[in-house]
């Protein structure tokens, strides 16, 4: 899988992240941890949670994973380059997209041969856009998962900025048999976080069933997801002052 829409970064910067993804595809995922999209998303909850401050050190195990790698020097490399994500996204966050100049888009991966595939193939191909983003930014908020749910009781547009985010969430999430001890317990804890009533982020048929988005949904998140952040990250910085 590679990086999506790079045009706006520099050419280091996308060999760099395109390095940390291959690292982190690799080894991470094998000991643990998480592909380079979840990484992003994860490090952007962390970002603009709540309560006590996040930081990196606390996601290194979410990302990296706690099994020990192979080769102590790619792990080193790796945390590095996560350390260097992590000014990247704090500096797409806490900047206006209305006037920013950089490129403020979430590092979002796409398949082969994505750009030549119509809306409808994309859909029926079953590839979830933003779904792995999605879901290391509910991990990532899993982390302050009390103190999202009293910012939710204060701010109604950050729940429902915060259910458009967990309506990009794999299949998997919402298909888990709770009775179901092979799934990823890391998956059902952190969809926790939104549990409740989901009809506010995701479109319901007659018969009360969630419906899968289609890719021009989730497109539509996704484009909006700058804002969303900056909008939290206003909200950080309220609830520290």
């Not at 970002?47 to 990302?63: A, D, N, Q, Y």
Request: aromatic fraction near 6%; hydrophobic fraction near 40%; include cysteine.
């Amino acid at each position: 899988m590679t990086i999506g829409d790079t045009t706006k970064l520099a050419a280091l910067e996308v060999e760099t992240l395109q390095r940390l993804g291959d690292l982190l595809d690799e080894h991470a995922v094998s000991s643990g941890g998480v592909p380079l999209e979840a990484a992003d998303g994860l490090i952007a909850a962390a970002i603009v949670s709540p309560g006590r401050p996040i930081t990196v050190e606390e996601c290194l195990p979410l990302i990296l994973g706690t099994d020990a790698w192979a080769d102590p020097s790619l792990f080193d490399e790796a945390s590095t380059i996560v350390q260097a994500l992590w000014n990247y996204v704090i500096r797409r966050v806490c900047n206006d997209p209305e006037i920013a100049s950089g490129d403020v888009s979430q590092v979002i991966g796409v398949p082969p041969g994505f750009d030549e595939m119509s809306d409808q193939q994309i859909t029926d191909s079953g590839y979830q856009m933003g779904s792995n983003w999605a879901f290391g930014f509910v991990l990532g908020a899993d982390l302050r998962r009390d103190d999202w749910e009293q910012r939710f009781s204060r701010d109604e547009d950050v729940q429902s900025d915060f259910y458009d985010i967990f309506a990009l969430m794999p299949d998997e999430v919402f298909d888990e048999d709770e009775d179901d001890d092979t799934g990823d317990e890391e998956i059902g804890d952190a969809g926790d976080l939104a549990a409740g009533d989901l009809e506010g982020a995701v479109d319901v048929d007659d018969d009360g069933e969630d419906e899968d988005l289609s890719h021009a949904d989730r497109v539509e998140v996704i484009d909006a997801l700058p804002d969303i952040l900056f909008a939290m990250n206003q909200v950080r910085l309220k609830e520290l002052s």
